[in-house]
């Protein structure tokens, strides 16, 4: 939340590096401290990795001046961090923890080692230890740990003047947009922007100019419910409150952005069985480990499938042909089921569907199975009719497309919504059940089909 | 943008809905207006539908009043906006233009037929309606179609207390954050935040004050651009410029958000063949149209997967048991190449991967294929030489999934990568080519090292 930039092309991390090396080895610290205050975290981050141990240290005192500390070395991966935390001392450590926002450095010593943070949090000032603690309790991907303890509230009976001294003397580095009000108990009353402030004559008390009943959220919301409140109105950061509605915190939209990015892309890595951390540049060792136990239970439905073609075996070797059309079964089926499954995930994930009033959805997807099936097999029977002769063949195929195109509808759409009834995420394993229900189900019909017909119904 | 709210929890538009029309029916316009006033634009437009034509004229002059009107129509799902649009008479239409943000206007006509829209542009003041033209005729999903025209841009020369006289005098109702100062020739030369003029003296200069080097987007960039930059730097919005370094609109965060859920999402839904507009509660229809084509376009590779085990017909009706095990085949190739290709796809869209640099990225995948492979393989080996006991089967499937998945691998990284550089979007495509990969190859091996082996090696 900085207006500061350098440019637009995030200069070269090496030749930058150069740069501020040279001015750190001939004494050039005022140019340094303007250039750091120049340039935001995102491109000062590249950097760190690259810097002998004295220079990190000097360069880590400018930014815990700045304000910035935190926020650089968060944006640093995780496994370049590691050591550059190990090879900070505490001291430093506490500096910088004391110069940032509370949420960038409770994430900061989230990454330590258990002795190390008791550590720092031991030499900390108490209330400041106190506050970090509690933001580091906060239960995983809600608003409590989304959010900061570092925001700006007034008593709502305050004048505009106090509250620009308030702003004047507020020691935050990073900009904020908004002043919340709250009254003599610590509730929250209101909001006002700078610009509500700028306009209001200086002796208008607060409570006169603010806006009542502001957005907010509890601090035990799921970070997708606050993502979704901040992208609805259009807002740029969002109040926390506790059950007694006391302002605790404050949620920033960098922040959801962060978390939209993530959820979005979590699903799709879930649906297609990989790790979210996996990347085309991770090691063989880490994408072999991530993607490994997903191919076994996969290995393991395949056989499932398996075993009920197993039971036509006698057929097949009799008619060798049906075997030659059993991926276009199997594999229609998983496309469709995946189709309705995608659309049923992403509504979950909206909030848009649930167990109960999905009456309507799961018939619909039905139908949309049925017409798809009876297209499809239309198409399929016409081609295999004057591929192969065997007409019998081309309706077999017509009725068990029909047949699992319905089935692959109806289990795309139950399938998540029964696994996010019993909260198990739907993305991860939907999938899985579904396609074990199209194979199964697919191969069972057409084979069935194929041993009746065919050997009941001579050419 | 705005701070403005009822309650957390959306009212029930229906109950509201009769709130407001008796409000309406008994004159109870200061109440209303506070009521119109207070409420986001989000919670609004579900009642608007619900008004007949007299009642929402009257709505509407209010909401028009308050400078929101676009924000709400826009609120609307477009296929109920229809109707709303048409029952509103021009004269109407064009007061909702001039109160609203030029590129929510602009979006309101993009909704319009040609004649209609024409008519709107040719009532309004001839520089507005120009502005609204030139925002319509920028290219879509780029900086310029994203943008706004409407943001404070003043000479660097002013001063502080000139400045906050523009911001008082500015007319846009939405709060904003940010000055843009510009020099004699409008080229972009900084930016300033409310606080920083809130904590300036009122005599200074705003180039003595303004941060310089702001980060910027050309006109021309590409909406995932923006949104990369805008979350790079935690940017609430970032200003937009022609060739020129002339600064012609500011994007704001609230646009991106939506941009980061769109891209992610279109991702999701084009790898697994639907329609990015396809919800769970779409009808039957539409569903239908969407899905069909794709299913249709596997069907034609699902009967090539056919005609390579069309090959081995003779070999199949020998070896029954060999038509048991295709589906373990296929289905591994098919959910090893979609974990590849989920993590190609995502690193394509943050701009980590292109054709040139990928050589190891791809190898990476050859040896993960690898290693999958012999441990799938040796699984399937295990449990088909335990259950049918001819331990040749179990060898015969050990070696097609070591080749298969390494197959699934390579395909999975270099078919998107080539369907970028030929421009082509890969995650539509990717998938359809990756499956046909597998299926053609695992088929192949699979039953050809079968037919080789169990001629030739009897028991």
């Not at 935190?70 to 900070?88: F, H, N, T």
């Not at 509890?218 to 409150?241: G, N």
Request: with cysteine.
């Amino acid at each position: 939340m900085n207006p500061q930039a350098l440019r637009n092309v995030p200069p070269s991390s090496r030749s930058y590096h150069q740069v501020l090396v040279k001015l750190l080895r001939h004494n050039g610290l005022p140019q340094l401290r303007k250039i750091i205050d120049k340039t935001l975290p995102a491109d000062l981050s590249p950097i760190l990795p690259l810097l002998l141990d004295d220079d990190l240290k000097r360069i880590l005192s400018l930014l815990i001046e700045s304000g910035k500390a935190a926020r650089v070395l968060l944006e640093i991966g995780r496994s370049e961090l590691k050591p550059i935390l190990d090879s900070i001392d505490d001291e430093t450590l506490v500096a910088v923890c004391r110069s940032s926002a509370s949420d960038d450095a409770a994430d900061l010593l989230d990454g330590l080692d258990d002795d190390r943070r008791d550590a720092i949090l031991g030499r900390l000032e108490a209330s400041e230890g106190a506050k970090l603690e509690s933001l580091m309790v906060q239960e995983e991907e809600t608003a409590g740990s989304l959010m900061t303890t570092e925001y700006l509230a007034l008593d709502e009976e305050v004048t505009v003047a106090k509250a620009i001294e308030a702003i004047r003397e507020y020691p935050r580095k990073d900009s904020f947009f908004y002043v919340y009000t709250v009254d003599s108990d610590n509730q929250l009353v209101g909001v006002l922007s700078l610009r509500n402030l700028i306009l209001a004559g200086p002796e208008a008390q607060l409570k006169s100019i603010m806006v009542q009943n502001v957005v907010r959220t509890t601090i035990d919301s799921t970070q997708e419910e606050v993502a979704r409140v901040v992208a609805r109105y259009d807002l740029l950061s969002v109040p926390v409150v506790d059950a007694q509605n006391r302002l605790v915190g404050v949620v920033t939209v960098d922040d959801v952005l962060d978390v939209i990015q993530q959820e979005a892309e979590e699903d799709l890595f879930h649906l297609a069985g990989v790790g979210t951390s996996d990347r085309a540049t991770s090691s063989v060792r880490n994408s072999f480990r991530m993607r490994f136990p997903w191919l076994v239970v996969n290995l393991a439905t395949a056989f499932i499938a398996s075993s009920v073609v197993g039971l036509f075996q006698g057929t097949i070797s009799q008619w060798a042909l049906l075997a030659v059309f059993m991926p276009v079964v199997a594999g229609m089926g998983g496309n469709a089921g995946t189709q309705t499954l995608t659309v049923f995930v992403r509504g979950l994930a909206f909030g848009e569907l649930d167990l109960r009033s999905s009456w309507r959805p799961v018939m619909k997807e039905l139908a949309v199975g049925f017409f798809n099936g009876l297209g499809c097999g239309i198409l399929t029977a016409l081609v295999v009719g004057f591929w192969t002769g065997d007409w019998r063949l081309g309706v077999i195929l017509l009725v068990a497309m029909v047949f699992n195109l319905m089935v692959a509808g109806v289990a795309g759409a139950l399938v998540p919504l029964i696994l996010k009834k019993f909260d198990f995420d739907p993305a991860i394993s939907s999938s899985i059940f579904v396609t074990t229900f199209t194979d199964v189900i697919g191969f069972f019909v057409f084979l069935g089909l194929g041993m009746l017909v065919l050997n009941n119904w001579p050419l």
